[in-house]
């Protein structure tokens, strides 16, 4: 194994922060509507670029200019589900990363079986909370993300855990699906999805420990987050990012 491939470090999270604020990559997100505007100040905060429409008539402009896409379940009905075969049908296609947040998949045999069927098409990642990891189970061939306490990810081989974050970030709805549009814009400047991933919730966590002190609760603490991820340095990320390795 090509250790400094496989091995994301501190030090990776910062270059591919900067890698980002360099490249400025545009995030296209299939996002529920109860946190459009929260997941794409987050992106913008990061340095990419969002955009979120989810009309059958624009999506394939919109996935042909985008470089990565991110498709989350929440909010999602008919249209939404065509929309997204078409969204990822183009990805594919384009040789384009996309991730994919299966939001609620536990709440919904429809939503589980609609969710294992994007799966199958192959999504560079899945992100989700932990029992919607536990539901989805094993993801051949895409690297597998439960966030929470502790974010673990894992390629089939190689695992690795993210120890940042703060307890005030399970307070605010969209966290989660702010972490899916962010990954995603670490994806679309770095190959290695294990790698690309590990920097980009290294980068949230750190962030969010860092706002944590200046917020009284979760309203004013989405805000000093999002101010937090815009100015946060490589510095910050070199001396508090908590990536650990935990391969067989
Ligand atoms: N108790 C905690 N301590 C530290 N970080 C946390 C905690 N809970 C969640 N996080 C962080 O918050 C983010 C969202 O994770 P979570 O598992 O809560 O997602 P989610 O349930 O899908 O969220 P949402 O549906 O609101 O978008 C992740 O970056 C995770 O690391
Ligand atoms: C609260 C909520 N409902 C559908 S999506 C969403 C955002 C967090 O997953
Ligand atoms: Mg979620």
Redesign the pocket.
């Known amino acids: 194994m090509n250790e400094s491939v496989s091995r994301p470090t501190a030090a990776d999270a910062a270059e591919l922060l900067a890698r980002v604020r360099a490249r400025r990559p545009r995030v296209h997100c299939l996002m ?4 459009q505007k929260f997941t794409a100040d987050g992106i913008t905060a990061v340095g990419a670029i969002p955009s979120m429409t989810s009309s059958l008539d624009e999506i394939a402009d919109f996935v042909a200019r985008a470089d990565v896409l991110t498709v ?1 379940l ?2 999602l009905d008919a249209e939404r589900r065509h929309v997204i075969r078409i969204a990822v049908d183009m990805a594919n296609a384009g040789g384009k990363p996309w991730i994919l ?1 299966p ?2 998949c536990d709440y919904s045999p429809g939503r589980l079986a609609f969710a294992r069927d994007l799966i199958a098409l192959g999504p560079t990642v899945v992100r989700g909370n932990r029992a919607e990891m536990a539901l989805i189970g094993e993801v051949r061939a895409s690297l597998a993300i439960e966030t929470g306490p502790v974010d673990h990810l894992s390629d089939g081989s190689v695992q690795v855990t993210v120890e940042n974050g703060h307890v005030w970030m399970a307070g605010v ?2 966290t ?2 702010l972490s899916g549009g962010v990954i995603a814009a670490f994806l679309a400047v770095e190959g290695n999805a294990l790698k690309a991933a590990a920097a980009a919730l290294a980068t949230t966590g750190v962030a969010a420990e860092l706002a944590a002190p200046e917020a009284r609760g979760p309203g004013s603490f989405g805000i000093a987050f999002l101010d937090t991820l815009a100015s946060l340095s490589a510095d910050d990320l070199l001396k508090h990012a908590r990536i650990r390795h935990a391969t067989a």
Do not use: R
Request: aromatic fraction near 0%; charged fraction near 5%.
């Open positions: 529920n509507s109860v946190v989350n929440g909010t947040d939001v609620h709805t969209g989660g699906c």
